[in-house]
Every structure is written in structure tokens, then in C-alpha cells.
């Protein structure tokens, strides 16, 4: 039903930036929310930022804000995040998430997590 795909990952020098970007696909009028998530090596996949449709209301993680910028473009289907001040910490590979609710005859149904391919960021010291 949703289909998302990431790109923008790559290599960048402490203290530097990149913009990741996130098109998704389909039936994206039944997406609720859409997020940034991360995993590093050996560790649990973490929620960086998201964004609630509609309200356009966002949230960080408390390790990114005041860094990070999370947006979406609903005409282009597209969400994007402007990550500035780059450390080590985020390092990992970035996964474009959207969370959709399908109405059917019986009402809502259970939420469905889509998911992109990840991309992968790494930040030198």
C-alpha cells in the first residue's frame, strides 16, 4: 500500500551536515505519521524524529534536538531531515518509516509500519 525509499546518506566530517531524504508512495492520504529512525551497529533501532499528519506536529529525540530538522512535504509526498552539527553518536543507518490506518467496512484497521531500505550515515572524527 506505502512504499518509501531513503537517500542522502554518505560520509561526513564531525561538525558537518547532511539532508536525508524520504519519497513515499501509494496510499499516502492513509498515513498517519512518518519518522526518521537509526540503528547502529550492535544496538536497538532508536526514533529520531516524526511527524504527525495533519497537525504537522513533530518530535525529537532528545539526543538530536536543537540538530536535527524534520519535515514533510505533502504535495510531494516527500520527508527530509536536515541533520547539522554531526558527531560520531550518529552513526548508523537511517530507515524512512510511515504508519498507516486503512478505514475498512468494520471500521479502522490495526496500524501497518512501512518501511524504506535504510541509508547509511557515518560521521569522522
Known amino acids: 500500500q506505502v512504499q518509501v525509499v531513503e537517500s542522502g546518506g554518505g560520509l561526513v566530517q564531525a561538525g558537518g551536515s547532511l539532508r536525508l531524504s524520504c519519497s513515499a508512495s501509494g496510499s499516502t492520504s492513509s498515513i498517519k505519521t512518518m519518522a526518521w529512525y537509526r540503528q547502529a551497529p550492535g544496538k536497538q533501532r532508536e526514533l529520531v524524529a516524526s511527524?504527525?499528519?495533519?497537525?504537522?506536529?513533530?518530535n525529537y529525540a532528545d539526543s538530536v534536538k536543537g540538530r536535527f530538522t524534520i519535515s514533510r512535504d505533502n504535495a510531494k509526498n516527500t520527508l527530509d531531515l536536515q541533520m547539522n552539527r554531526l558527531n560520531a553518536e550518529d552513526t548508523a543507518v537511517y530507515y524512512c518509516n510511515a504508519v498507516v490506518v486503512v478505514w475498512g467496512w468494520s471500521g479502522p484497521g490495526a496500524p501497518r509500519d512501512y518501511w524504506g531500505q535504510g541509508t547509511q550515515v557515518t560521521v569522522s572524527s
Open positions: 511527524v504527525i499528519s495533519g497537525s504537522g506536529g513533530t
